[in-house]
């Protein structure tokens, strides 16, 4: 049956984005639309050898462009968004909000949420209200998972985990997992998050103790309308890498991804688009993918069918909506199941269905399977998907797929080289709008208009940024962006009001702060521009007990123009520059959690006042515990399905208690990892799941153990957190 693009009985699905000559006409390279229309009227009447001739606009070097660090120990970072002043706020998954203040460098803990963390959840997303800053709107919106009462693991059990969700029971055994995601916003006043301000806006239903993608991305557009992307929250780890559709009826539906992506009753891998109301909650806007009052379909739906979108964005110019999404981890395509991994970035100006989990875009479809009895059957119609899942609450049939508008597996693309080879970690980032009133200011750092209209698109596993334009005919032209400026494991970022462009690194590791993670801004400077002065600052010694006398040192900071520089030391980041010699010393009476932070300043440049800050972390008091693993040991034989016995011994300058360890298993997979499970207690065991269809040699696949521990801390010091991480490769026989 081939399902009308407008109306299915039952249903009143709006028209779906199918083709490219739907979506093609307004992202653009240069100027503006409107100076292109004007452009092409003034040349229609000449004949085609009068007709100027344009230089081809030439992309600026990478010299031209400078990269600042902001924070380079923001925690294990999720996602940020940048101040009217260039103040930048970002979350860690943890729960945690820092502010990196603009002007004096310093970085503050603005919030600390309570959240559920079993493998993936926790704190994702953060996003300003458009309004923010005018007639009192001070709103920010954080996207979370908030604790409830879901189980959690009790150390007093090392054996059991009763974090962890059964992978198969029935309804009654499964029900104590349903959780939520919350998307709230809270006030801010400049330097704190007033958490008793929350206001609800939308719950995103929740299958916890199981892995993944349970993140979400919020943007506006310049309607005011919400943009919240919600990952599918499906296992995809015993469905080989192909598409997870698990329908057994003792099976834990989180293994079964036709009950969240492919179902019009869900909220799950999904792009949500509603207009928050005063006082909390939410209004729907006209033009989703389903009226209000379908039954069986949700009006909050503006983009189904997705597998883990975990970036997107809106270009406020012309409402584009741009979606990066995760595929699945085959590393090859199978007849009987499917295609290999493929990631799509999709340019979406209409609501409409991309298709998982039965199709990977418009032309590759995943097989049928029967998990019972193993055996394959015919592929899925893309152009009129069905859903008979059991785990359907929604429509059975849904819209036909969408067409992709870049699609890439691990090896070269055929169709888009450009991209090159690798993981896979599609990342949907911004358009840029070029200000020529950004340029003007005392210490420009705008992007130039080469980048006007264009959209940029980064890749988490990659490492590296493109600007993609879309022709009329639907092509896409890539072109690389500041290559040599390195960026490890990009996971968000934004353009300032300044024309900069703010970028958040994971780094490599998994589930923690890694040593390359940072906020960083790139800025524009020009060929021969001003730079920013490179800030470096140490301390001798940064842990003791009161009086603690530190000596505090700049050396290794630099400046490429060798300019003068301006040295302010603030001893304990209160906003008051208590020196400025360039290596003073400081001691600390009281007991506490210090951050030393150096700011230095370019006072003989072109651009005066261009500056860096670096900090330090002084202990007085409280010492930070050292977490380190006695069992497993690198090296040791391993392979995959072992059960893995772990001791954890944990030094502290307090009494140390095991019911404070929390010890994480995590599918390495290439440079990132997907954690397994969460347990707490000094000893314990993980039974390392095989993941079907991988090859641990092929997938590049590994076992990560992450051991963190939180003191207690004392009358003068805040609690503080050290870590381990162990990774076993699996041994080849």
Not at 366 to 371: K, L, S
Not at 476 to 484: C, G, K, L, M, R
Not at 665 to 683: E, F, R
């Amino acid at each position: 049956m081939i399902v009308n693009r407008t109306k299915m009985a039952g249903s009143a699905p709006r028209r779906a984005a199918t083709a490219h000559s739907f979506k093609r006409s307004a992202l653009r390279t240069g100027a503006g639309l409107a100076t292109a229309a004007v452009l092409a009227s003034a040349l229609a009447g000449m004949p085609a050898q009068a007709q100027p001739k344009s230089p081809a606009a030439q992309a600026p070097a990478d010299s031209a462009f400078q990269k600042v660090t902001l924070n380079d120990t923001p925690g294990e970072p999720m996602d940020l968004a940048v101040l009217p002043d260039g103040s930048v706020l970002h979350t860690t998954r943890g729960g945690e909000v820092w502010l990196n203040d603009a002007e004096t460098g310093i970085n503050s803990q603005a919030a600390e949420l309570e959240v559920y963390r079993h493998d993936e959840e926790g704190l994702q997303s953060i996003a300003l209200d458009p309004e923010f800053g005018t007639e009192g709107n001070n709103w920010v919106y954080l996207y979370y998972a908030p604790p409830l009462d879901t189980p959690v693991d009790d150390p007093a059990t090392p054996d059991v985990n009763e974090g962890d969700a059964p992978t198969s029971g029935t309804a009654e055994d499964f029900a104590p997992f349903d959780g939520v995601s919350r998307l709230s916003r809270f006030q801010f006043d400049g330097k704190s998050i007033d958490l008793a301000s929350e206001q609800q806006i939308i719950d995103v239903e929740a299958s916890r103790g199981l892995c993944c993608h349970v993140g979400g991305d919020i943007v506006f557009d310049a309607a005011g309308n919400l943009y919240l992307s919600t990952g599918d929250d499906t296992n995809p780890f015993v469905s080989g890498g192909y598409s997870p559709i698990d329908e057994r009826p003792d099976s834990n539906p989180g293994y079964d991804a036709q009950r969240t992506s492919a179902n019009t009753n869900d909220l799950r891998g999904k792009v949500l688009r509603i207009t928050p109301t005063d006082g909390g909650g939410y209004s729907i806007p006209e033009g989703n993918l389903f009226e209000q009052g379908t039954d069986g379909a949700r009006p909050e739906i503006y983009v189904m069918g997705l597998r883990n979108p975990f970036r997107v964005d809106v270009n406020q110019r012309t409402g584009e909506l741009y979606i990066g999404d995760y595929s699945p981890d085959a590393s090859s395509a199978d007849p009987d199941r499917g295609p290999a991994g493929t990631g799509k970035w999709l340019v979406a100006t209409e609501p409409g269905n991309y298709g998982w989990p039965y199709c990977a875009t418009e032309n590759l479809p995943y097989n049928d399977y029967d998990f019972a009895t193993e055996t394959s059957g015919e592929p899925f119609d893309c152009a009129a998907p069905v859903n008979e899942s059991p785990n359907n609450t929604g429509l059975r049939e849904l819209p036909p797929v969408a067409d992709a508008d870049l699609w890439y597996s691990y090896g070269l693309s055929e169709q888009f080289p450009e991209l090159g080879t690798g993981g896979i970690g599609p990342m949907a980032g911004p358009a840029y709008e070029f200000d020529k009133a950004a340029t003007r200011g005392a210490n420009p750092v705008a992007w130039p208009s080469y980048f006007d209209g264009k959209a940029l698109f980064y890749e988490w596993t990659r490492d590296y940024l493109k600007a993609m334009s879309l022709d009329a005919d639907g092509s896409v032209a890539i072109e690389s962006v500041v290559d040599t400026l390195v960026t490890e494991n990009p996971i968000d970022m934004e353009f300032g009001p300044n024309g900069a462009l703010y970028v958040l690194e994971y780094g490599n590791g998994y589930f923690g702060e890694n040593e390359e993670a940072q906020v960083a801004r790139i800025d524009f400077i020009g060929e021969g521009g001003n730079h920013s002065p490179i800030s470096v600052a140490t301390g001798t010694p940064t842990v003791g007990t009161a009086p603690l006398t530190v000596e505090l040192s700049s050396e290794g900071t630099s400046d490429a123009d060798g300019d003068k520089l301006r040295y302010a030391w603030d001893f304990d980041s209160d906003g008051t520059v208590d020196s400025t010699k360039a290596n003073p010393s400081h001691t600390y009476e009281e007991n506490g959690t210090y951050l030393a932070t150096l700011t230095v300043t370019d006072i003989g440049g072109k651009h005066r006042g261009r500056h860096s800050s670096a900090e330090v972390e002084i202990e007085v008091g409280n010492q930070q515990p050292v977490v380190e693993f006695i069992t497993p040991v690198a090296g040791q034989d391993f392979t995959f399905g072992d059960t893995v016995n772990y001791e954890v011994k944990v030094t502290d300058d307090q009494p140390v208690d095991c019911a404070r360890v929390e010890v994480s298993y995590i599918l390495g997979h290439h440079t990132h990892g997907h954690p397994q499970t969460t347990t707490s207690g000094c000893t314990g065991s993980f039974v390392t799941t095989v993941p079907e269809g991988h090859d641990p040699e092929v997938d590049d696949l590994s076992a990560v153990f992450n051991a963190t521990y939180t003191d207690q801390g004392d009358a003068g010091s805040d609690p503080l957190t050290g870590n381990a991480e162990l990774v076993l490769q699996a041994s080849s026989n």
